[in-house]
């Protein structure tokens, strides 16, 4: 398969700047209506060579589609992620110094905690031990959900977790930072937050809530998969559902495959500058 670039690439790279993050549905009917489009030959299996191809094309940027599951449910996901930034720093330019540091002690308390959540409350806490200059209690409600508006942060009920986006483009991060606190799931390997817990101390293996329910499902009696104790949890319903994401592709076809200069600027509002380096990419 050519490894060349073509109007097709360009349009899914141009919707993957403008989204950030897509689901494996909307990927699959981004790819096709790319292809039928721009009249190129599409080919239902062949999604990843599709992005490998614009992947060549983003590494001498060190950007990257990576994909990853959300443990919310199960699905795969594509996200647009920066490899050149090794840790938060990579938000710099959107979020001011006492705004990552709030943000690095949502983190210890996320990758910290047996469930992979934080409640506001707690993260209201953390504004006391603040060494940049401290955020307002109003401040940091504010910034809470601005990080959320920015796909860092997922919310319910007031606990926040780390988003899908987050855990794709800070996996290389946590492992580092977090190396004696972070575990894998025992069924995927992929790092761990929301998931559930052997109770047998000697074990302790984590399995991320949709990997439950896929390994135990049609199992009568669920047994840990490394020390065959009794799986003692509530075994999630298989969570596969239809896409519920709306992907922003009506705006990309509509501004067409040049870009603009108040194009650019839009986007560079709308998404991490970081990613404004990409349109050389478009032309
Ligand atoms: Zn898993
Ligand atoms: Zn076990």
Redesign the pocket.
């Known amino acids: 398969m050519s490894r060349q670039m073509g109007d097709n690439h360009r349009r899914f790279l141009q919707t993957m700047m403008v989204n950030g993050i897509i689901d494996e549905h909307g990927a699959r009917a981004l790819y096709q209506y790319c292809c039928e489009t721009h009249h190129t030959q599409y080919a239902p299996d062949k999604l990843d060579e599709f992005i490998d191809t614009i992947n060549s094309r983003l590494q001498p940027m060190f950007m990257q589609i990576r994909k990853g599951?959300s443990e919310d449910n199960g699905q795969q996901y594509y996200a647009l992620v920066n490899m050149a930034e090794t840790d938060i720093t990579r938000m710099s330019s959107d979020y001011a110094d006492n705004e990552l540091e709030l943000f690095r002690k949502t983190m210890d308390l996320i990758v910290g905690s047996e469930n992979g959540k934080a409640s506001s409350t707690d993260i209201l806490n953390t504004t006391d031990s603040m060494t940049t200059k401290k955020l307002k209690k109003s401040e940091t409600e504010h910034l809470l959900s601005r990080l959320v508006h920015d796909k860092w942060l997922s919310e319910k009920r007031g606990e926040y977790t780390l988003s899908t986006r987050c855990i794709i483009e800070m996996e290389p991060y946590i492992r580092t930072m977090y190396q004696d606190q972070f575990k894998e799931?025992h069924?995927?390997r992929?790092i761990?937050f929301q998931c559930q817990i052997c109770e047998n101390p000697t074990c302790g293996i984590k399995?991320?809530n949709?990997?439950v329910a896929r390994y135990f499902k049609g199992r009568s009696e669920p047994r840990c998969p490394a020390c065959d104790d009794f799986w003692p949890h509530e075994i999630p319903a298989h969570m596969r559902s239809p896409s519920s994401q709306q992907v922003s592709i009506n705006r990309t076809v509509s501004t067409g495959i040049t870009s603009s200069p108040t194009r650019r600027s839009e986007m560079a509002r709308e998404s991490r500058s970081t990613l404004v380096g990409l349109w050389s990419c478009l032309k």
């Open positions: 599951m799931c069924i995927c992929n761990a399995i991320h949709p990997c």
